[in-house]
Nanobody, 125 residues
Framework: QVQLVESGGGLVQAGASLRLSCAASGRTFSTYAMTWFRQAPGKEREFVAGVSRSGLTTHYADSVKGRFTISRDNAKNTVYLQMNILKPEDTAVYYC??????????????????WGQGTQVTVSS
């Protein structure tokens, strides 16, 4: 069993930056591919950014490419999402997800083994 706890969300103005963190319990963190998804009101949960178990491979949604950076620290059991140049359309609940199923990067939410509880990010115009 893995527990994921997100933090770092908040209310910011457009153009600002935020850094989300997701801390995982247990000693098997490095065996999970980690991903950030988000869900805006009335919309389906969507992929934002994912990182492989080693941290060497990353993948981003086109909508955040060049603005967001995902990283992980396996020694600290933590995955991060650095979000720069935030836009109002980035407003959503951001979820941390872990998968042992995928070969490299988790993109499909159906392949998630564990979810965090989510953290709200609100970007005002």
């Amino acid at each position: 069993q893995v527990q994921l706890v997100e933090s770092g969300g908040g209310l910011v103005q457009a153009g600002a930056s935020l850094r989300l963190s997701c801390a995982a319990s247990g000693r098997t963190f490095s065996t999970y591919a980690m991903t950030w998804f988000r869900q805006a009101p009335g919309k389906e949960r969507e992929f934002v950014a994912g990182v492989s178990r080693s941290g060497l491979t990353t993948h981003y949604a086109d909508s955040v490419k060049g603005r967001f950076t995902i990283s992980r620290d396996n020694a600290k059991n933590t995955v991060y999402l650095q979000m720069n140049i935030l836009k109002p359309e980035d407003t959503a609940v951001y979820y941390c997800a872990a998968s042992r199923i995928v070969a490299t990067v988790l993109v499909n939410p159906n392949n998630t083994n564990y979810w965090g509880q989510g953290t709200q990010v609100t970007v005002s115009s």
